[in-house]
Nanobody, 121 residues
Framework: QVQLVESGGGLVQAGESLRLSCVAS????????MGWYRETPGEQRKLVAI???????VYADSVKGRFTISRDNAKNTVYLQMNTLKPEDTAVYYC???????????????WGRGTQVTVSS
């Protein structure tokens, strides 16, 4: 079994920063990619940013220049540094990872339970 546990959400004012963390644990052989998605009521979950094991990154247009994704492969951890937060960034943020577990050949997708980020104006 693989678990993803997020932390770092909270309530901030517009213009402030937050840093999210997500730790993967379990019978993990490798994690080809890790990322963050966000969801607001009535809308589908949307990509925020992903990072591959080699360090390549992809960002949603709405967060480019404000958010930075990074990972520590030794700790199976992914981070999301969120700067200059806006009220429209308010959402539940979910950690996502494609994980190759021990003795498996192909990666499987896993999700965390989410962490609330609220940005007040």
């Amino acid at each position: 079994q693989v678990q993803l546990v997020e932390s770092g959400g909270g309530l901030v004012q517009a213009g402030e920063s937050l840093r999210l963390s997500c730790v993967a644990s379990g019978r993990i052989d490798s994690i080809p990619n890790m990322g963050w998605y966000r969801e607001t009521p009535g809308e589908q979950r949307k990509l925020v940013a992903i990072i591959l094991s080699g360090g390549n990154t992809v960002y949603a247009d709405s967060v480019k220049g404000r958010f930075t994704i990074s990972r520590d492969n030794a700790k199976n951890t992914v981070y999301l540094q969120m700067n200059t937060l806006k009220p429209e960034d308010t959402a539940v943020y979910y950690c996502n990872a494609y994980v190759v577990t021990t003795n498996a050949r192909l990666p499987t997708e896993h999700w965390g339970r989410g962490t609330q980020v609220t940005v007040s104006s």
